[in-house]
C-alpha cells in the first residue's frame, strides 16, 4: 500500500511544476502590475507610462502619472533587490487628493490578483500538536506570520546543506531552481522555529515523521480580516500603543502552555503587521500622526523587515504603504531628531489632478453614479454642463499662478489642448520653474480645491431649495455652493481669495459655453456650431487650393467619415470671424491660418474625429458670426427670448426649450435657467 505523500513534498512538486509561486510581496505587487500591460502617455509634454491595471473597474485612479510611475519604480526597484526593499513607499499631499483611494484601490487589484488560480499565497500549520505534552489542549497551531511553505522546506535541518540536499531528492528541483531558492532565504518565525524544534525532538530527528506534523493551508483573503492586505489608521496619543502593530503576550495561551520559554505565548495576530508578513501590503494611514514611539517602531519594521518583542523575532514579507498630509509631514520634518524615520521612506508628492478633461470622470465620482433623487424622492436632473462647470472650476483652483500664462491658457495646456499662440513647451517651463520651488505646497497641481470639497459642493447643491423645488442640479447653481465650500473649509485667507478668483474664471468660461449652446439651440442642431468650426478651417486648407474654381466650390475628403465632399468658400465668412480674432493685417491672417492648418495637419493624421471644440477662441468667434448674421446680433436674440409679450419671440422660445429638452439633454428647469442666465449681461468676458 502506497504512503500518502506529506503535504510539504506535495506543495514542492506543485512549485517544481510551475503550478505554484514562492515570490516576496513586492515582486507579486510589480509581476501584477506589469502583467496588466503598459502605454506610453505624454502628460505636459514628457513621455510616461500609464498602466493598465489602475484604469480598469466602475471607479479607478484618475491622472497621478508621476506618483504611479514612482510607486512602480520603487516596487520594481524593490523587487530586484534594491535599496527600496528596506523602505516604506510615503505619499505625501494635501487631502483629498487621491492619496487614500489610491491605496485602497491597489490592496483591492492585490487581493483579486492573488486570488487567482496560480497566484494564491499559502501558508502551513502544525497539526496534532498537543501530543507534545507541553501545549496543553493547543492541538493546532497556525504560523503566526504566514510564512510560505518554502521558508519551512529551506528551514527543515539546522545545516542548509542537509535542506538543500533534500530538495535535490525528494522535490526533484534541479542545483539551479536550488540555488534561485535560497537567494530569497529567511528563516523561520521565533514560534514556528522553535515548535518546529519540539517536533524534531519529540521525533528524534525522523523527517518524515516530522512532515506529518504539517499541513499546508492557502492564506485567507477576506478584507475583513485584514490578511494580505491591512490598514493601521492614526490613533489619539492616549490609544495607540505598539500592541496595535507588533502584538502582546496572550493569556489564553499561557494557560495552555507550560514551557514559558516558548515565543507562541505572543499572539502577533492581534498586532496588523502580522496579518500581513506573508507577502502582504501593510497600509499605514496618516503615519507621521502617530505618536513618537509608534513611529519609532514603524522604523525598526521598515529597516530590518521583521517584528521584534523582548528579543524574539519574526521575518516578515511586507510592502509598506504610509500616507501623510502636508501639514503633519512638515511638523514631522522640523522635528530634526526624526530624520532616520524620513531617510527610511521613498517621499512622493501627490498633485492635484490639473486636466480638466480627466477632471470630470473625478467629478461624476462625487456626483455619484446613482440616480439622484430630491427631498421628496423625486427624479432629480443633472444639467448637462455641470460636470463641465465644476471640473473646470475645481481644476482652475489648483494652477499655480504664472507671469507667462493666462490661468486659462494654463487650463488648456495642461488638458492637451491648443491656447492660442501658447505652446505646451511654455507649460513646460512654467511647470519645471515652479518645481524648483522647496516649498511643496507652490509646486505645480500641489495646493487647491480637493476631491471632499468637491464632494460637499455637490452635497451643498442637492440639499438646496433651488435643486429641490426645480427637481434638477442646474450648472450655474455649482459656483454658488463652491463658494460657499471655500468659504466654509479654506482657512487660509490668500488661497481664499485666489479661489473666488478663480470661480470668476470659471463662470466667464461657463458663459462662452452657455452662447454656443444657444446657438445649437436656435438652430435646432446640436452640432451647428462645431459644424460651422470645421467648415472655417476646412475654407482656410481649401483657399488656396489649385482646383478651386471661379464658382469658389472645393471638393475635398471627409477624414471622419472618408467621403468626398464639397464646400463653398465664403471669403466674407472667414474674414468675419478673423476680425473678431482680433486679426486686422494680412500678416496676421496668414500667421493664424498657417497655425490653424499646421493644428489640422498633426491632429487630424492621429485623430480624426478632432473637432477644434477645444480652441475657445475659435469657436467663440464662430458663434459671435453667426450669431450676428443669423440673428442680427445676440442682443437681438437675448432681447426676443427676454422679451416674449409678442407672439413670435414666444414661438421662439417655446421652440429653444423643446430643442434644448428632445436634442440638447436639459430638462425644462435648467432649459429656462440657461436660457435666463444668458439673456443677464453676468459674467460677461
Not at 471644440?613 to 432681447?639: F, P
Amino acid at each position: 500500500m502506497p504512503t500518502k505523500t506529506a503535504p510539504l513534498i506535495q506543495h514542492l512538486k506543485e512549485y517544481k511544476a510551475g503550478k505554484r509561486r514562492f515570490e516576496n510581496a513586492f515582486q507579486a505587487v510589480s509581476r501584477m502590475i506589469l502583467e496588466a500591460g503598459i502605454e506610453k502617455v505624454v502628460v505636459n509634454t514628457r513621455t510616461t507610462y500609464d498602466f493598465k491595471i489602475f484604469r480598469t473597474g466602475r471607479k479607478h485612479p484618475v491622472g497621478m502619472y508621476d506618483e504611479i510611475n514612482s510607486f512602480v519604480s520603487f516596487v520594481k526597484d524593490a523587487a530586484e533587490g534594491g535599496s527600496s526593499k528596506e523602505m516604506a513607499f510615503v505619499l505625501v499631499g494635501e487631502p483629498g487628493n487621491g492619496k487614500t483611494f489610491f491605496v485602497e484601490y491597489l490592496c483591492g487589484k492585490y487581493r483579486q490578483f492573488l486570488a487567482q488560480e496560480g497566484n494564491r499565497k499559502y501558508s502551513f500549520r502544525y497539526v496534532g500538536m498537543d501530543r507534545l505534552g507541553s501545549y496543553g489542549k493547543l492541538s493546532v497551531i497556525e504560523s503566526q506570520t504566514y510564512e510560505d511553505p518554502m521558508v519551512l522546506a529551506m528551514n527543515l535541518f539546522p545545516d542548509p546543506d542537509d535542506n538543500k540536499k533534500f530538495l535535490a531528492e525528494r522535490a526533484g528541483l534541479s542545483d539551479a531552481e536550488i540555488e534561485k531558492l535560497f537567494l530569497s532565504y529567511r528563516s523561520l518565525g521565533a514560534c514556528s522555529g522553535y515548535m518546529w524544534n519540539d517536533i524534531r525532538n519529540f521525533t528524534g530527528g525522523d523527517i518524515d515523521e516530522m512532515l506529518k506534523f504539517v499541513e499546508i493551508i492557502p492564506v485567507p483573503l477576506t478584507e475583513s480580516l485584514g490578511t494580505v492586505t491591512g490598514k493601521y489608521p492614526a490613533k489619539d496619543k492616549i490609544t495607540s500603543s505598539a500592541v496595535d502593530l507588533l502584538g502582546d503576550e496572550s493569556i489564553q495561551r499561557l494557560l495552555h502552555i507550560t514551557d514559558t520559554n516558548n515565543p507562541y505565548r505572543f499572539d502577533l495576530r492581534r498586532g496588523a503587521l502580522a496579518r500581513v508578513a506573508g507577502g502582504g501590503i501593510h497600509f499605514a494611514d496618516e503615519i507621521y500622526k502617530n505618536k513618537k514611539d509608534l513611529v519609532q517602531v514603524y522604523l525598526g519594521v521598515i529597516q530590518n523587515r521583521t517584528i521584534e518583542i523582548d528579543g524574539y523575532r519574526w521575518p516578515i514579507d511586507t510592502l509598506i504603504v504610509a500616507t501623510s498630509n502636508n501639514s503633519e509631514f512638515n511638523r514631522f520634518l522640523s522635528e530634526k531628531e526624526e530624520a532616520p524615520i524620513i531617510d527610511r521612506c521613498r517621499i512622493c508628492y501627490v498633485s492635484h489632478n490639473t486636466n480638466y478633461r480627466m477632471q470630470e470622470q473625478l467629478t461624476s465620482y462625487a456626483i455619484g453614479g446613482e440616480t439622484k433623487t430630491t427631498l421628496l424622492r423625486e427624479d432629480c436632473h443633472l444639467d448637462p454642463n455641470l460636470n463641465y462647470s465644476a471640473s473646470v472650476a475645481v481644476v482652475l483652483s489648483r494652477l499655480p499662478r504664472s507671469e507667462k500664462l493666462t490661468p486659462v491658457e494654463t487650463l488648456k495646456l495642461a488638458a492637451g489642448e491648443v491656447a492660442g499662440e501658447k505652446s505646451m513647451k511654455t507649460l513646460a517651463e512654467v511647470i519645471d520653474i515652479l518645481n524648483q520651488d522647496p516649498d511643496i505646497t507652490k509646486r505645480f497641481g500641489q495646493k487647491g480645491i480637493g476631491q471632499r470639497n468637491l464632494g460637499r459642493t455637490m452635497q451643498v447643491l442637492a440639499e438646496s431649495s433651488e435643486t429641490n423645488e426645480g427637481r434638477c442640479m442646474v450648472a450655474h447653481d455649482v459656483f454658488r455652493a463652491l463658494e460657499r465650500v471655500v468659504l466654509d473649509y479654506v482657512p487660509d485667507s490668500s488661497d481664499r481669495a485666489k479661489y473666488l478668483d478663480d470661480l470668476k474664471i470659471a463662470k466667464g468660461l461657463y458663459r462662452e459655453r452657455i452662447m454656443t449652446e444657444m446657438f445649437n439651440a436656435y438652430m435646432d442642431e446640436p452640432y451647428a456650431i462645431r459644424r460651422d468650426v470645421m467648415n472655417y478651417v476646412n475654407m482656410i486648407v481649401g483657399i488656396d487650393a489649385e482646383s478651386l474654381g471661379p464658382d469658389r466650390i472645393w471638393k475635398y475628403k471627409d477624414p471622419q467619415t472618408g467621403q468626398l465632399k464639397a464646400l463653398k468658400i465664403d471669403e466674407r465668412y472667414v474674414r468675419n470671424i478673423e476680425d473678431r480674432l482680433g486679426l486686422k493685417t494680412e500678416e496676421q491672417r496668414e500667421s493664424f491660418r498657417t497655425s490653424i492648418r499646421k493644428i489640422y495637419g498633426q491632429k487630424i493624421s492621429v485623430d480624426p474625429s478632432y473637432d477644434f471644440m477645444d480652441n475657445l477662441e475659435l469657436v467663440k468667434s464662430v458663434t459671435d458670426v453667426r450669431l450676428k448674421s443669423d440673428i442680427a446680433g445676440a442682443g437681438s436674440l437675448i432681447g426676443a427670448l427676454a422679451n416674449r409679450t409678442n407672439e413670435e419671440n414666444q414661438k421662439l422660445y417655446d421652440r429653444m426649450i423643446t430643442t434644448m429638452r428632445t436634442k440638447l439633454g436639459y430638462c425644462r428647469t435648467c432649459a429656462e435657467k440657461t436660457i435666463e442666465y444668458f439673456c443677464t449681461q453676468e459674467d460677461e468676458v
